[in-house]
């Protein structure tokens, strides 16, 4: 068994890591010329929480499936689908069923005819269990997320838009094209971080990357944030390479995304585009990865296995030589600082392509304002933009009609009963939601704690403000994009399409209005409450407040027209305004990346959280104090630092009261496997098995 080297602090993909090295569980790989005599048996990894694989008896008659490809199998009273890892010969069984094979029970059907998984991604999933403290069966799931069918139909071949006539490169994209491309020629792995503001002509330096990629017989994978992939950014990528581009996103049916999978398998598709799943695609001649919108939280998977998709990338690409290019108009600091410290190359794009000029935001302070969600100066601005016929957007990052319903009597808000959350009142349904668990009650007609009557909304969000917009600027078309306004197929595409008709429009919204779009006659951008995400119990709060402000100014100003952007806060001093107000953000990134070097955050030390929650909150207590004690009797010698117990920042979800543990350091594979298993037997112990839950997150995005 081959260890990771112990990699050192840093950021957040392990270098020195060995790739390639055998995992666990996966052994020597067979050739199918090398699959021994009858009986046989498969060593098969199901979707269970434990780190161990199961043999099963192959039929006499079935021919061996090949490592990689799924089988159904009998479980307990059930029936599973597993990966199979490899074939045995009984003198290979574990011991105890080594003796009495016959107990071996038979596979019920091979579902493939050709692995999902060949060689390089079954040891990539055996990394990615490994680094990410997964079980592999489960990772491996998730590694195929396509479903068998019985009778797969085959979707209608979209019509082929027209090939897109590439324009002239820039010179700045030229030169970053030209180091992408003598990477590629090399065919030695590469990490490019592609830094370049809104508008600068990343996704035609990304569209000839993959061109040059394609000509030398090497495939693609372009990964995006799930909301901006639009079928207006998918048409791009196929209006220049043609029908081989494979779209795969969450929105597909069943049978049109195991179409991509397929023709990515097969050779009928050489780019595969999607969200952070699609870096699994089966491609075998994988040549470069490219990575849009890099800093962008979506990449995290926020269930099991919870990986990143960017260092997945990266760990693949390391294996097979391939290039990765990030790009983003807001690399994460950790990107940053990778780029700086040589593990990545930096190419920089600094200029809008038609030379105009980014609008920095002006600051409204509202300490120094009476009444309305909008300040006058905001008002006059988006008077005047409508009045010439142009369009404004404005970002109001909280849904529903208001945060909160009070009793103006004692104060309480309603809340939620599974997650004392307060209650966000939607308008419309007259509703009361709750954000975290999905909840929804009715308005209380008299207030549960002292009976009152009286109720108070406070806190605008998106409901209220397109209310008063539509109000306040009669006959102009107002359009609203949030999760609500966006859950039907396609309502995104269609909302987009309504405000970039043409006359003036209004287009407001939560973040999902910040990314990518390309509208040129968005001439004003206002920030309703640019402090919303500025002060929560989260080192990364104010980095994604900077990303967010950016993000959403780049969409101002994209036309022949300069764009203005207003944004209205509390906290004009505060670092990443004024940093911003200034044109000065690069001031903001040092002093960030000082705080954290001293705090020991990343880049400069690696994070894993740890939530344990129970029914109860004693037990949720007791089960984290144990384990924090246990961890350190076990591995006394860890320079891993452990912080916590402490209340999470949602101290109750769903009815489970929640404890975090946070560690600073590195965990080797074994620790992180350890938490698991150990944890397992502190629920035995505390007779709690099944109640108490634990959710172990290596490079949390987030800690909230
Ligand atoms: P980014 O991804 O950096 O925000 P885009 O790639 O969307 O920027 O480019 C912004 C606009 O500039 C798009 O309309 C694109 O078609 C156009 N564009 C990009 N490169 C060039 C070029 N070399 N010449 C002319 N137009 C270009
Ligand atoms: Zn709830």
């Given at each position: 068994m081959t260890r990771p080297s112990p990699d050192g602090e840093g950021p957040s993909f392990a270098p020195g890591l060995p790739l390639g090295a055998p995992a666990r569980y996966d052994g020597a790989m067979p050739d199918r010329d090398d699959i021994p005599a009858a009986p046989r048996f498969l060593d098969v990894a199901l979707p269970l929480p434990v780190r161990r694989s199961f043999s099963y008896r192959l039929p006499a008659e079935t021919p061996a499936p090949?490592?990689?490809?799924?089988?159904?199998?009998?479980?307990?009273?059930?029936?599973?689908?597993?990966?199979?890892?490899?074939?045995?010969?009984?003198?290979?069984?574990?011991?105890?069923?080594?003796?009495?094979?016959?107990?071996?029970?038979?596979?019920?059907?091979?579902?493939?005819a050709e692995p999902w998984l060949d060689a390089p991604l079954l040891r990539l999933g055996a990394w990615l269990a490994d680094y990410y403290g997964a079980a592999p069966?489960?990772?491996?799931?998730?590694?195929?997320?396509?479903?068998?069918?019985?009778?797969?139909?085959?979707?209608?071949?979209?019509?082929?838009?027209?090939?897109?006539?590439?324009?002239?490169?820039?010179?700045?994209?030229?030169?970053?094209?030209?180091?992408?491309?003598?990477?590629?020629?090399?065919?030695?792995?590469?990490?490019?971080?592609?830094?370049?503001?809104?508008?600068?002509?990343?996704?035609?330096?990304?569209?000839?990357?993959?061109?040059?990629?394609?000509d030398a017989g090497r495939q693609a994978i372009v990964l995006v944030p799930e909301i901006s992939l639009t079928p207006q950014a998918a048409r791009r990528f196929r209006a220049r390479l043609g029908e081989r581009v494979g779209i795969f996103h969450s929105g597909l049916g069943a049978g049109e995304?195991?179409?991509?999978?397929?023709?990515?398998?097969?050779?009928?598709?050489?780019?595969?585009?999607?969200?952070?799943?699609?870096?699994?695609?089966?491609?075998?001649?994988?040549?470069?990865?490219?990575?849009?919108?890099?800093?962008?939280?979506?990449?995290?998977?926020?269930?099991?296995?919870?990986?990143?998709?960017?260092?997945?990338?990266?760990?693949?690409a390391r294996a097979l030589g391939a290039v990765v290019v990030m790009g983003s108009a807001t690399p994460g600091l950790e990107s940053l600082h990778n780029a700086r410290t040589g593990k990545y190359r930096l190419l920089s794009l600094p200029d809008r392509v038609g030379g105009g000029r980014i609008p920095r935001p002006e600051l409204v302070d509202l300490r120094e304002q009476e009444g309305g969600l909008l300040a006058p100066a905001l008002e006059e601005a988006l008077d005047a933009c409508l009045g010439r016929g142009e369009k404004a957007m404005l970002l109001l990052n909280r849904r529903g009609h208001s945060r909160l319903r009070l009793c103006r009597d004692c104060g309480e808000p309603q809340r939620c009963s599974r997650c004392d959350i307060p209650l966000t009142y939607h308008s419309g349904r007259e509703r009361l939601?709750?954000?975290?668990?999905?909840?929804?009650?009715?308005?209380?007609?008299?207030?549960?704690?002292?009976?009152?009557?009286?109720?108070?909304?406070?806190?605008?969000?998106?409901?209220?403000?397109?209310?008063?917009?539509?109000?306040?600027?009669?006959?102009v078309r107002v359009l609203r994009m949030d999760l609500d306004s966006t859950s039907r197929r396609g309502a995104h595409q269609r909302i987009l399409d309504a405000f970039a008709a043409p006359g003036p429009a209004l287009l407001l919204g939560t973040q999902m209005i910040a990314?990518?779009?390309?509208?040129?006659?968005?001439?004003?951008?206002?920030?309703?409450?640019?402090?919303t995400g500025l002060f929560l119990p989260d080192y990364r709060a104010a980095e994604r407040?900077?990303?967010?402000?950016?993000q959403v100014s780049g969409r101002a100003g994209r036309g022949e027209r300069?764009?203005?952007?207003?944004?209205?806060?509390?906290?004009?001093?505060?670092?990443?305004?004024?940093?911003?107000?200034?044109?000065?953000?690069?001031?903001?990134?040092?002093?960030?990346?000082?705080?954290?070097?001293?705090?020991?955050?990343?880049?400069?030390?690696?994070?894993?959280?740890?939530?344990?929650?129970?029914?109860?909150?004693?037990?949720?207590?007791?089960?984290?104090?144990?384990?924090?004690?246990?961890?350190?009797?076990?591995?006394?010698?860890?320079?891993?630092?452990?912080?916590?117990p402490a209340p999470a920042f949602l101290p109750r979800l769903k009815g489970r009261h929640r404890r975090q543990l946070l560690v600073k350091g590195c965990l080797t594979r074994d620790q992180k496997a350890w938490f698991s298993e150990h944890f397992a037997a502190i629920a035995r112990a505390m007779r709690r098995t099944g109640a108490l839950g634990l959710d172990l997150d290596v490079d949390p995005e987030s800690l909230l």
């Amino acid at each position: 068994m081959t260890r990771p080297s112990p990699d050192g602090e840093g950021p957040s993909f392990a270098p020195g890591l060995p790739l390639g090295a055998p995992a666990r569980y996966d052994g020597a790989m067979p050739d199918r010329d090398d699959i021994p005599a009858a009986p046989r048996f498969l060593d098969v990894a199901l979707p269970l929480p434990v780190r161990r694989s199961f043999s099963y008896r192959l039929p006499a008659e079935t021919p061996a499936p090949a490592p990689g490809c799924r089988v159904r199998v009998p479980l307990g009273a059930g029936v599973e689908t597993g990966v199979v890892l490899r074939v045995l010969d009984a003198a290979r069984l574990e011991p105890a069923l080594r003796d009495r094979p016959e107990r071996v029970k038979e596979i019920l059907e091979v579902l493939d005819a050709e692995p999902w998984l060949d060689a390089p991604l079954l040891r990539l999933g055996a990394w990615l269990a490994d680094y990410y403290g997964a079980a592999p069966g489960e990772t491996l799931r998730a590694m195929i997320p396509v479903k068998p069918l019985k009778r797969p139909r085959q979707p209608a071949p979209e019509p082929t838009p027209p090939r897109d006539e590439p324009p002239r490169p820039t010179p700045a994209q030229s030169a970053a094209l030209a180091e992408v491309t003598a990477a590629l020629d090399a065919g030695a792995f590469a990490a490019f971080l592609l830094h370049g503001v809104t508008g600068s002509g990343k996704t035609e330096v990304y569209l000839r990357a993959i061109a040059h990629a394609l000509d030398a017989g090497r495939q693609a994978i372009v990964l995006v944030p799930e909301i901006s992939l639009t079928p207006q950014a998918a048409r791009r990528f196929r209006a220049r390479l043609g029908e081989r581009v494979g779209i795969f996103h969450s929105g597909l049916g069943a049978g049109e995304r195991l179409a991509v999978w397929r023709g990515a398998r097969e050779g009928s598709l050489d780019v595969v585009l999607g969200p952070r799943s699609a870096v699994f695609a089966p491609l075998p001649r994988l040549g470069l990865v490219v990575i849009d919108e890099e800093h962008d939280g979506s990449y995290k998977q926020t269930e099991k296995p919870r990986y990143h998709a960017r260092s997945v990338a990266l760990v693949r690409a390391r294996a097979l030589g391939a290039v990765v290019v990030m790009g983003s108009a807001t690399p994460g600091l950790e990107s940053l600082h990778n780029a700086r410290t040589g593990k990545y190359r930096l190419l920089s794009l600094p200029d809008r392509v038609g030379g105009g000029r980014i609008p920095r935001p002006e600051l409204v302070d509202l300490r120094e304002q009476e009444g309305g969600l909008l300040a006058p100066a905001l008002e006059e601005a988006l008077d005047a933009c409508l009045g010439r016929g142009e369009k404004a957007m404005l970002l109001l990052n909280r849904r529903g009609h208001s945060r909160l319903r009070l009793c103006r009597d004692c104060g309480e808000p309603q809340r939620c009963s599974r997650c004392d959350i307060p209650l966000t009142y939607h308008s419309g349904r007259e509703r009361l939601v709750c954000h975290y668990c999905g909840q929804e009650r009715p308005l209380a007609p008299a207030c549960p704690e002292c009976g009152g009557r009286r109720w108070v909304l406070l806190g605008a969000g998106t409901q209220q403000l397109e209310m008063d917009l539509e109000l306040r600027f009669p006959g102009v078309r107002v359009l609203r994009m949030d999760l609500d306004s966006t859950s039907r197929r396609g309502a995104h595409q269609r909302i987009l399409d309504a405000f970039a008709a043409p006359g003036p429009a209004l287009l407001l919204g939560t973040q999902m209005i910040a990314k990518g779009h390309h509208i040129p006659e968005v001439t004003l951008v206002g920030v309703v409450a640019a402090d919303t995400g500025l002060f929560l119990p989260d080192y990364r709060a104010a980095e994604r407040t900077w990303q967010l402000l950016e993000q959403v100014s780049g969409r101002a100003g994209r036309g022949e027209r300069p764009g203005r952007v207003i944004a209205q806060t509390y906290n004009p001093d505060h670092p990443v305004l004024a940093g911003l107000a200034a044109g000065r953000s690069g001031d903001w990134v040092e002093r960030e990346l000082r705080d954290r070097r001293q705090l020991g955050y990343p880049p400069f030390r690696r994070l894993t959280s740890l939530l344990v929650s129970a029914p109860e909150e004693e037990a949720a207590e007791e089960a984290a104090r144990r384990l924090r004690r246990d961890f350190r009797d076990a591995w006394p010698d860890s320079p891993a630092e452990m912080l916590g117990p402490a209340p999470a920042f949602l101290p109750r979800l769903k009815g489970r009261h929640r404890r975090q543990l946070l560690v600073k350091g590195c965990l080797t594979r074994d620790q992180k496997a350890w938490f698991s298993e150990h944890f397992a037997a502190i629920a035995r112990a505390m007779r709690r098995t099944g109640a108490l839950g634990l959710d172990l997150d290596v490079d949390p995005e987030s800690l909230l």
